[in-house]
């Protein structure tokens, strides 16, 4: 079914538009699934909340997109220029990023697909992701896959953690004031020393958890 027209192609689930100069176009919210998009010019364009799933993207120019929220689940980005993009919220499991020029102007140097499930605030975030003292302060992680991830002094404040993986997840002074973790899973996961005033623990995993001096939701200190 047709979407709509744009710069004279059609855009449609599924389209053949290898090399075509979208730049700047509106696609915001567009169903372009599994479509062929390999060497497209897609610099400025507005992708958000647009299903790209397994779309080809090999070699396309998404300099400066807007692609906040977008459905990227094994899309083919190997080599594409991603730089200034905005991939905040962007769902990127499984997607392809080999060779890819990420925001920040890095090269991926993944050869096989990622495991990466979300780019919030900037931050990479996927299994075991160095995120360090990362401001994802009212993130949106609900569900995401973080077992292992280091988030050593992370600002997570307000964030939505609800039914995430943080099993053997370092938080380690992190804060995480009136942070939602219904249901998440901190099994042997690091809290020493972390801040969970306020936080939604209802259903949530711990066993095994160090919360060794942590501040616990109701303002006492864990000994």
């Known amino acids: 079914m047709t979407v709509l027209k744009v710069n004279g192609y059609t855009i449609e689930t599924g389209a053949k538009?290898?090399?075509a100069n979208l730049a700047g176009a509106d696609l915001a919210g567009a169903d372009l699934r599994d479509a062929n998009l390999a060497g497209a010019d897609l610099a400025?364009?507005?992708?958000?909340?647009?299903?790209?799933?397994t779309a080809k993207l090999r070699g396309?120019?998404?300099?400066?997109?807007?692609?906040?929220?977008?459905?990227?689940?094994?899309?083919?980005?190997?080599?594409?220029?991603l730089r200034h993009a905005n991939l905040d919220g962007?769902?990127?499991?499984?997607?392809?990023?080999?060779?890819?020029t990420m925001p920040d102007g890095t090269k991926h140097d993944g050869i096989e697909p990622t495991t990466t499930v979300l780019i919030v605030n900037g931050y990479t975030i996927?299994?075991?992701?160095?995120?360090?003292?990362?401001?994802?302060?009212?993130?949106?992680?609900?569900?995401?896959?973080?077992?292992?991830?280091?988030?050593?002094?992370?600002?997570?404040?307000?964030?939505?953690l609800a039914g995430t993986d943080l099993y053997g997840t370092n938080l380690r002074g992190a804060n995480l004031y009136f942070t939602n973790l219904r249901g998440?899973?901190?099994?042997?996961?690091?809290?020493?020393g972390a801040n969970l005033y306020g936080t939604n623990l209802e259903g949530t995993n711990l066993e095994g958890t160090n919360l060794q001096g942590a501040t616990m939701p109701d303002g006492t200190i864990h000994e």
């Open 60 to 81: 396309a120019d998404l300099t400066g997109a807007r692609m906040g929220g977008a459905k990227l689940t094994k899309a083919d980005l190997s080599g594409a220029n």
């Open 126 to 160: 996927e299994a075991a992701a160095n995120l360090r003292d990362a401001n994802l302060r009212d993130a949106n992680l609900r569900d995401a896959n973080l077992a292992g991830a280091d988030l050593e002094g992370a600002n997570l404040a307000g964030a939505n």
């Open 17 to 19: 538009l290898a090399g």
């Open 184 to 192: 998440a899973n901190l099994r042997g996961a690091n809290l020493e």
């Open 44 to 53: 400025g364009a507005d992708l958000t909340g647009a299903n790209l799933n």
């Open 90 to 100: 962007a769902n990127l499991r499984d997607a392809n990023l080999s060779g890819a």
